[in-house]
C-alpha cells in the first residue's frame, strides 16, 4: 500500500476537527502548510513536518515553529519565489517519493490563491492526489487514470478539465459520458447525479473531479 501523506493547507477556511481527526488518522504522516498549522492545533493534532515561512501562523504556532521540538522545521524567508504549499510538496516529494497526497483547507480565502493551490496539486504527478473537506471529496485525474464510486447515490457530481485536449468517460451518473471531451475549465461536466457505482475515466489531459457529501 501506498504511503499517504495529510498536507493541511493555510486557507483561512478550515476543515473541521472531527474532519482533521479522520484523515490524520488514515494517513501515515501529517504536513502542516503555514496557517495549517492552526488548523491542527485546532484540532488537537500535531505534524511531522512544518513547512512555511510563518508569515500567517498565529503567535502560537509560531512559537512552537520556532522551538521546533515535536517537529522537523523547514522554514523559509518571506522574499521568495515559490509559494508555501509548492516548497511543501517538494518536501513531500524528498522525504516519501511516490506518496499519495490528501490536501485539506484548500478553499476560502483569496481566489488567486485557490487556483494556485488546485494547479500546485494537478502538477504533483508522483501518486495519487485527493482534496478532502467537509462538503466534498475531490480527485484530480490524469490521463490512464479513474475513480470507482461506491455507495453514493443521488449526491452531487462535477468533473472538469484542468488541462488542455482532455477527454473522459462516464458510467453510473445520470448523464453518461464515452471518450468525450472536455474544454478547458468548460461547463460540460457540472452538477451530474450518481445513480450507482459508479466509474470516472480520464483518457488524455488532467481533470479534477468533485463528489459533493
Given at each position: 500500500m501506498a504511503c499517504k501523506v495529510l498536507v493541511v493547507c493555510g486557507s483561512p477556511v478550515v476543515a473541521s476537527a472531527d474532519l482533521l481527526r479522520q484523515l490524520a488518522g488514515e494517513c501515515d504522516?501529517?504536513?502542516a502548510v503555514?496557517?495549517?498549522?492552526?488548523?491542527?492545533l485546532?484540532?488537537?493534532?500535531?505534524?511531522?513536518?512544518?513547512?512555511?515561512?510563518?508569515d500567517t501562523v498565529s503567535d502560537k504556532g509560531r512559537a512552537l515553529v520556532e522551538a521546533a521540538k515535536d517537529f522537523?522545521?523547514?522554514?523559509?524567508?518571506?522574499?521568495k519565489d515559490y509559494t508555501d504549499l509548492a516548497?511543501?510538496?517538494?518536501?513531500?516529494?524528498?522525504?516519501w517519493p511516490?506518496?499519495?497526497?490528501?490536501?485539506?483547507?484548500?478553499?476560502?480565502?483569496?481566489?488567486?490563491m485557490a487556483l494556485s493551490v488546485l494547479g500546485l496539486l494537478?502538477?504533483?504527478?508522483?501518486?495519487?492526489?485527493?482534496i478532502a473537506e467537509d462538503k466534498v471529496v475531490a480527485r484530480i485525474l490524469r490521463a490512464g487514470e479513474?475513480?470507482?464510486?461506491?455507495?453514493?447515490?443521488?449526491?452531487?457530481?462535477?468533473?472538469?478539465?484542468?488541462?488542455?485536449?482532455?477527454?473522459?468517460?462516464?458510467?453510473?451518473?445520470?448523464?453518461?459520458l464515452n471518450h468525450s471531451p472536455l474544454g478547458l475549465l468548460a461547463d460540460t461536466g457540472i452538477s451530474n447525479v450518481v445513480r450507482k457505482t459508479a466509474k470516472i475515466q480520464v483518457h488524455q489531459g488532467t481533470a479534477i473531479a468533485y463528489l459533493y457529501k
Amino acid at each position: 500500500m501506498a504511503c499517504k501523506v495529510l498536507v493541511v493547507c493555510g486557507s483561512p477556511v478550515v476543515a473541521s476537527a472531527d474532519l482533521l481527526r479522520q484523515l490524520a488518522g488514515e494517513c501515515d504522516h501529517v504536513v502542516a502548510v503555514d496557517r495549517g498549522l492552526d488548523a491542527l492545533l485546532g484540532a488537537e493534532l500535531g505534524c511531522d513536518v512544518y513547512v512555511g515561512d510563518a508569515d500567517t501562523v498565529s503567535d502560537k504556532g509560531r512559537a512552537l515553529v520556532e522551538a521546533a521540538k515535536d517537529f522537523e522545521v523547514e522554514r523559509h524567508n518571506p522574499y521568495k519565489d515559490y509559494t508555501d504549499l509548492a516548497l511543501a510538496l517538494d518536501s513531500v516529494r524528498r522525504r516519501w517519493p511516490g506518496a499519495d497526497v490528501v490536501a485539506t483547507c484548500t478553499t476560502g480565502g483569496r481566489p488567486d490563491m485557490a487556483l494556485s493551490v488546485l494547479g500546485l496539486l494537478a502538477g504533483y504527478d508522483d501518486a495519487a492526489v485527493w482534496i478532502a473537506e467537509d462538503k466534498v471529496v475531490a480527485r484530480i485525474l490524469r490521463a490512464g487514470e479513474s475513480w470507482a464510486i461506491e455507495s453514493a447515490e443521488g449526491k452531487t457530481f462535477s468533473i472538469i478539465a484542468i488541462a488542455p485536449n482532455t477527454e473522459v468517460s462516464e458510467r453510473g451518473l445520470e448523464w453518461e459520458l464515452n471518450h468525450s471531451p472536455l474544454g478547458l475549465l468548460a461547463d460540460t461536466g457540472i452538477s451530474n447525479v450518481v445513480r450507482k457505482t459508479a466509474k470516472i475515466q480520464v483518457h488524455q489531459g488532467t481533470a479534477i473531479a468533485y463528489l459533493y457529501k
